[in-house]
């Protein structure tokens, strides 16, 4: 079975780091794109950032340009995004998705950035 | 960046009923066109991708269409568990986008 699996979220104050992580099994992880896609409370689906199979590529929100870092381990089949100088406005249910038109979902991880 | 600008913004339907949903690109996204369904507490399914390819296992009462910058999502006949909100996402520029959603519910 196909499945993604984040962890990582958590409290966490103004100005602090997390990292994010995305498990994936089932498939040849190396072979597709992956997605970091975000919902705050009660609003609607934001794309935050993405990266090519191989990992040569990436691509970024500008709301979030210069602060997340995506990457990912093939030889681990995992997913990572470092969440630097966090703000409020970075609350969150953090999701991956699979491929460029998102076929498979985590369940998601919540980040909470309050003081 | 492209806006994708879904509507209605919500819809009160009665099962049974036939929906279709709108969704607008400010520019050509081709058919590089996603649906999504989201229930409450749960991660969002797709439902179409390509503008018109329904996603595995998902019923024949869902059909998408449109390329360019109109798209459109049908339910033939809603179910009770099709009351949801539904999202579009274009997939041929970067930044990936989405619209803000269709909140389809229950006359």
């Known amino acids: 079975e196909v499945q993604l699996s984040e962890s990582g979220g958590g409290l966490v104050q103004p100005g602090g780091s997390l990292r994010l992580s995305c498990a994936a099994s089932?498939?040849?992880?190396?072979?597709?794109?992956i997605y970091w896609v975000r919902q705050a409370p009660g609003k609607g689906l934001e794309w935050v950032s993405a990266i090519s199979g191989s990992g040569d590529n990436t691509y970024y929100a500008d709301s979030v340009k210069g602060r997340f870092t995506i990457s990912r381990d093939n030889s681990k089949n995992t997913l990572y995004l470092q969440m630097n100088s966090l703000r409020a406005d970075d609350t969150a249910v953090y999701y991956c998705?699979?491929?460029?038109?998102?076929?498979?979902w985590g369940k998601g991880t919540t980040v909470t950035v309050s003081s | 960046e492209i806006v994708m600008t879904q509507s209605p913004a919500a819809l009160s339907v009665s099962p049974g009923e036939r929906v279709t949903l709108s969704c607008r690109a400010s520019q050509s996204v081709s058919s590089n066109l996603a649906w999504y369904q989201q229930t409450p507490g749960q991660a969002p399914r797709l439902l179409i991708y390509?503008?018109?390819t329904r996603a595995t296992g998902i019923p024949a009462r869902f059909s998408g269409s449109g390329s360019g910058t109109e798209f459109t999502l049908t339910i033939s006949s809603l179910q009770s568990e099709d009351f949801a909100v539904y999202y579009c996402?274009?997939?041929?520029?970067?930044?990936?986008?989405f619209g803000q959603g269709t909140k389809v519910e229950i006359k």
């Open positions: 390509d503008a018109s």
């Open positions: 996402q274009q997939y041929n520029n970067w930044p990936r986008t």
């Open positions: 998705a699979k491929t460029w038109y998102m076929d498979v």
């Open positions: 089932g498939f040849t992880f190396s072979s597709y794109g």
